[in-house]
């Protein structure tokens, strides 16, 4: 075994010649034999004497897997040993592995191994289309995702290859898999062929060509798709109802938003039909500025519209998140409402900035005279200075504070908490300081649900220096 293993050939032949050496026994651990040791490291003079001897099974699997030695001399690359063992009229070049049900041929053409590839595809016996039988992957499919561009073109020279096969698991077919991972060659092969279907969705999803290629910016293939003539650029997945353009601006890819949007039968404010999210909502959430940029310059794109689950427009999800581009190149609009507020939670962008403490967000909003800093969400009553008192954001209730207007005693409407409260029962002594400045705060305010002052809302707590 160990002698097969290493391919000292000597050795080997040298334990042959003993009556009592089994050239077939296997390692109790794997269950591996020595041919198959031999086969998986390449040792193609070990091969040769052992498939000299009639009595070695060369189809002998491995207990632990399944594994022939052909199938692993076909996952390494192993050309000469694969040779030989083809040489042999026992040997089956279909027989898959117990475990995952994968062929010699899938093995190899998912690692590339065209040598090997070529030698099993010259055989009328070998199937190019068994998939196998844990995703139901098929040679090309495997090939197509891996970007191995000869040997898919191999496997698409076999008249009874089926290039529309798709696999079980989330059902993407040879030609969803390469737009998916960006490979354009083998895209470009594949879309040659007239019995390629390439508006076929994906089961997970519902998921086109258009929209793998678009959501992970492969701005080459995406270009070659939307050439075609019976591609869809509109059309949205099964599962979110999201378009290819939602998908590139989400995440960013603002060459693929850029050729998106030069088309004339684009819609740019096409919501998806779970959130409602339209592509500047995405683009905005995530602080896409360019993709922002490119998105505004459509008349028919229209930057109040607010999603259907939380009723946030784009520039409540820029505040949201500290974008300030983003909040800057929105409130460049003539046309934009900054006060909007959200229908879930009735938060407009002021409030959402505060709350998360983005100071930067918080001073542009403030600079707008559109802009009320006391208005309050619907589901507590809370003002912008309240939800930083709360949090601890001391930037940003300096900033509000310095306001003549905002009114530093406001309590919620749900438990009549004042911004003093909040920060006395967290213990923010920076906050507590910049509200106690303000000579019109009322330090002994009670709240509605305890009946408590902000004094023993911090005794109770534990917060000794306040």
Same mark, same amino acid.
């Given at each position: ?12 032949k040298?334990?042959l ?9 296997a390692? @109790?651990?794997y269950?591996? @034999? ?32 399944g ?13 000469? &040993? ?11 070049p279909?027989?898959?592995?117990? $475990? ?7 093995? !190899?053409?998912?690692?590339g ?9 010259e055989?009328?016996?070998v ?6 039988t ?10 197509s ?16 290859l ?7 698991k ?15 060659e083998? &895209? ?26 678009? $959501?992970?910016?492969h ?5 070659m ?5 019976d ?7 099964n599962?979110?109802?999201? @378009?290819?353009?939602?998908? !590139? ?6 060459g ?5 949007l ?20 995405? !683009? ?43 909040? $800057?190149r ?7 409402n ?14 959402r ?14 600079e ?14 809370? @003002? ?29 409407? $749900? ?7 909040? !920060? ?43």
């Amino acid at each position: 075994m160990r002698a097969a293993e290493n391919g000292h050939e000597g050795v080997v032949k040298m334990l042959l010649e003993r009556e009592d050496v089994n050239p077939n026994q296997a390692d @109790t651990k794997y269950g591996q @034999t020595p041919l198959l040791r031999a086969a998986g490291n390449g040792n193609d003079g070990v091969v040769k004497i052992l498939l000299e001897r009639e009595d070695v099974d060369l189809n002998q699997t491995a207990t632990n897997s399944g594994w022939t030695p052909f199938l692993w001399a076909s996952e390494k690359g192993h050309e000469a &040993v694969a040779k030989m063992l083809l040489e042999r009229e026992d040997l089956n070049p279909n027989q898959a592995d117990t $475990k995952y049900g994968q062929t010699p041929l899938l093995r !190899a053409a998912e690692n590339g191994h065209e040598g090997v590839v070529k030698m099993l595809l010259e055989r009328d016996d070998v199937n190019p289309n068994q998939a196998d039988t844990e995703s139901g992957w098929t040679p090309l499919s495997r090939a197509s995702e891996k970007g191995h561009e000869a040997v898919a073109k191999m496997l698409l020279e076999r008249e009874d290859l089926n290039l529309n096969q798709a696999d079980t698991k989330y059902g993407l077919t040879p030609l969803s898999w390469a737009a998916k991972n960006g490979h354009k060659e083998v &895209v470009k092969m594949l879309l040659e062929r007239e019995d390629v279907n390439p508006n076929k969705t994906d089961t997970e999803y519902g998921a086109m060509l258009l929209l793998w290629a678009a $959501k992970n910016g492969h701005e080459e293939v995406a270009e070659m798709l939307l050439q075609r003539k019976d591609i869809n650029p509109n059309q949205a997945d099964n599962k979110y109802g999201i @378009t290819p353009l939602s998908w !590139a601006a989400k995440n960013g890819h603002k060459g693929v938003v850029k050729m998106l949007l030069e088309r004339e039968d684009i819609n740019p404010d096409q919501a998806d039909t779970k959130y409602g999210r339209t592509p500047l909502s995405r !683009a905005a959430e995530k602080g896409h500025s360019e993709v922002i940029n490119i998105l505004l310059k459509r008349e028919e794109v229209n930057p109040n519209q607010p999603d259907t689950k939380y009723g946030q427009t784009p520039l409540s999800w820029a505040a949201k998140n500290g974008h300030k581009g983003v909040v $800057k190149r929105l409130l460049e609009r003539q046309d934009i409402n900054p006060d909007q507020a959200d229908t879930k939670y009735g938060q407009m962008p002021l409030s959402r900035a505060a709350e998360n403490g983005h100071e930067g967000v918080v001073k542009m909003l403030l600079e707008r005279e559109d802009v009320n800093p006391n208005q309050t969400d619907t589901e507590y009553g809370a @003002t912008p200075l309240s939800w930083a008192a709360k949090n601890g954001h001391e930037g940003v209730a300096k900033m509000l504070l310095q306001r003549v207007d905002v009114n530093p005693n406001q309590a919620e409407s $749900k438990y009549g908490r004042t911004p003093l409260s909040r !920060a006395s029962g967290k213990g923010d002594e920076g906050v507590v300081k910049i509200l106690l400045q303000r000579g019109d705060v009322n330090p002994n305010q009670v709240d509605t649900e305890s009946g408590w002052t902000p004094l023993l809302w911090a005794a109770e707590n534990g917060h000794s220096g306040l």
